[in-house]
């Protein structure tokens, strides 16, 4: 079955501000979405709210997944149902080697008795690895630790493809790359293209979106989603930033809090 995942009227807030005033998206298999938009409008809220984060209360609406009631999921189930989350900051974690995590992470979403064999993960690590030009040593080092920013983000590409999800969500996992390590990220994102499989891509820059194509665009400001169009919207908001959607929609208090 192709991936459908709707949100309908999604609300959040944290420590009772309300961040989140109502998000409205469907993305389908093989449809990749971009959420742009200014610093505090709610962009990161949305991804941590969506896969559960106990730090944001969702207070209205509703996420499904395939038929599935998300917000009934606990984070783990929304993790083996399909959904994964690149984060803006991943974290390093001291005494667990990469390989170590990835093969963990993967048997988690199979079925007890048809993990998968150590050869096969290696074999399929490895191949993964190479195509992100990353250090076959980084497979023996703790997670994420010493690493720098852009090899942060390329791990998280690498989780990415070998757990092998039906809904990707990517929050500013361009933030900080130079242009060579956001062209490998974005290699890696391309090569997941699938039509069962669908992408949400939050980033404040267009950069990242010249190397991966949007099929929508999505605008969001002061917790909702105000404007959606092509991969063109991308391009104007990078030439004439968002002063114009502020005007056009008559909005003048941006100030929202914590994204």
């Known amino acids: 079955m ?23 998206l469907e993305i389908k298999g093989g449809e990749i979405h971009a959420i ?14 969506l896969m559960g984060h106990p730090k944001y209360e969702v207070t209205g609406g509703s996420v499904s997944f395939d038929g599935e ?57 490895e191949a993964k690895m190479k195509e992100l030009e990353m250090n076959p040593e980084f497979a023996h080092r703790y997670l994420n630790e010493g690493f720098s920013g852009g090899e942060k983000k390329r791990n998280e590409i690498l989780q990415m493809m070998l757990l092998d999800p039906k809904l990707v969500i990517l929050d500013e996992i361009d933030s900080g790359l130079d242009i060579d390590a956001l062209r490998i990220v974005a290699t890696g994102v391309n090569a997941m293209r699938s039509e069962d499989r ?3 891509i939050i980033t404040h820059y267009q950069r990242l979106l010249d190397y991966v194509t949007p099929d929508y665009v999505h605008v969001m400001m002061q917790g909702r989603i105000v404007k959606s169009g092509g991969p063109e919207l991308a391009q104007r908001l990078e030439k004439d ?11 003048t208090d941006e100030t929202v809090g914590q994204a």
């Open 36 to 49: 742009m938009g200014p610093n505090g409008t709610g962009k990161s809220t949305l991804a941590s709210a």
């Open 69 to 125: 009631d998300v917000l009934e999921m606990a984070v783990d189930e929304r993790a083996r149902a399909g959904m994964f989350l690149g984060m803006q900051y991943p974290s390093e974690i001291s005494g667990v080697t990469n390989s170590d995590f990835l093969r963990s992470a993967i048997n988690s979403r199979r079925e007890e008795g048809s993990e998968i064999s150590l050869i096969r993960f290696i074999r399929q690590m």
């Open 241 to 251: 930033g968002y002063d114009w959607i502020k005007e056009e929609l008559g909005i």
């Open 198 to 200: 669908g992408f949400l």
């Open 2 to 24: 192709s991936t459908h995942f709707v949100i309908d009227g999604l609300k959040a807030e944290i420590e009772g501000k309300e961040i989140l005033k109502g998000i409205n």
